[in-house]
């Protein structure tokens, strides 16, 4: 999916203007989120939230432009913002400066036929014009790019860079979520969140994960959590009488609950709500969920409930890519170098999730010798009294003012802390030792599992124990085969390679596995054979510490 604002009419603080760099693949201009902003996550979300709220989404049938679209809609009030995608068919997301326009709107609406279809009042909506009968409705398809076509075209202009530390931040641009691609995952999150509000008024769906961690790449699954709202009503622990109390169903468990308020909300879903698909149960799984496909927006969608420890994990991990600007890079190098070699999966299993990827990154940011990011209890530390936060019994409190975080002394280039961060977890003693991103310590295992990282708010868990040894032991691996590659005198020299293009050089090496004279090495056996120390625990450096 490819988007772009077209039309910004009232002043918007947070307007971008397209610039070169932003024309994606397809010629649209893909704008991207803003840089840096120090605001509290909590507002931040509550922004976005109130977007959606104001916002419709609209299919164009037909001949439907986008101007007839957006003249149509100014009838019912100013039109804010409005961004269009899709090649197959095109789409409008439309945001109006008030939400009174929005009802304006829905109620000049019409039902195709009221016989044939179920009567739902969705905010997504489809414009049809006088001349629609005259045309295709669908537009010649482009076809999707295989994995390898798209990583093609983000390698030229990788390579195209002057320096790895540029290679880095054409990464972030090309990748990162755009501003229009974040507020269609707030829009989902509403559209779902207006579906359930008849049986649960006051409830909240939020996005979690990489939708708003700050690392989201394009593309990326939207995580939701279903929030009911209910804490108000829940009895004061001194109780009085007389008062009234609501009559409820009872179930087994708390998690019986869930499980059968998400198997009754995926059916809401499946039955009436436009443009939700492919509804499937997971609630078996740790933590239950409904997975689904918005087709409109192309967004692959997990919905869960009683979540909110995720909400807070997603809220820490935004903190970090906001409070240093050389965090989000390394996290977007590493991410992208992992899913390129296949170290993290969609599926589930024994892969490093891009969640444990993050932290470990985080932790090598914390632990190098001047510190880049601060530990996680000293952002507890600098919190007040309104940041307290305890969740099912955590003690979930972060500081939520960034400017109170003091700016790190370390001034290490991002190419040199990609670097470092290979090394670093090349020689890292998995067998032994686990890590723990409160303390920014390396800390004893606790227990058998292949990769220790101690959950930050449940810290009796380990957020890393889906992950094998075969999957730790290929990430070692991956890591020293970086490494080797860094230390290499040609790593950063851009070549003009046979067919006349650059080869690669610097990040794309990295990402690629490329490197002109590893097969050699590997045919003469130069090519260490990796993992023994982590097999053995044994050191090949000396550390006081973790690394062996
Ligand atoms: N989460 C968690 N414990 C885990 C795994 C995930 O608390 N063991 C929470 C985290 O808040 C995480 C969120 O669930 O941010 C979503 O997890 P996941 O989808 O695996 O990570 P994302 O950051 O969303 O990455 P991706 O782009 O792969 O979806
Ligand atoms: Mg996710």
Known sequence: ???????????????VEPSEHEISSNGLNDVPSPGLDLRRFTDLQDQRRQEALRSVLVRHVGKATEEELTKFCSHFGEVQNSFTYGDKEQYTLLEYTSKGSVHSLLNTAHFRSVLEVVPYRSRLLSFRTSNWMNSSSKKHSVGEMTAEQRFSILATKLCAAQSMEE???VLVRETELSEGETRLRFLVCSLVEDAITGHFPGCIVHPFGSSVNGFGNKGCDLDMYLNLNVEEHKPKKKKSFPRMEYEVKTVPTERAATQNLLSTVGQGLAEFVPSCRHVQYILNARCPLVKFMHEATGIQCDLTSNNSIALKS?????????????VAPLVYAVRHWARLHHVTSNMPGGWITNFSLTA?????LQYTDKPVVPRIDALKELADKTDTCILEGNDCTLVSDLTKVPLSENT???DDLLLEF???YSNFNFRNCGLNLRTGEIQEKQNFDALYIQNPFEQQLNLSKNVSMHQLEKFVQLAREAAWMAEQPDFLQPEVGPKGGVT??????????YNKRKRRLMDQKEFTPILDSIKSGNSTRNSSHGNV
């Open 1 to 15: 999916k490819f988007m772009r604002r077209c039309t910004t009419q009232a002043s918007n603080s947070d307007t």
């Open 167 to 169: 290679q880095m931040r």
């Open 314 to 326: 997603s809220e820490l991990l935004n903190l970090y890519s906001r409070i240093d600007p050389r």
């Open 360 to 364: 470990l990154v985080i932790f090598f």
């Open 412 to 414: 290490d280039s991002i």
């Open 422 to 424: 290979f090394e670093f």
């Open 504 to 513: 690669p050089w610097g990040l794309v090496s990295i990402l690629s596995g």
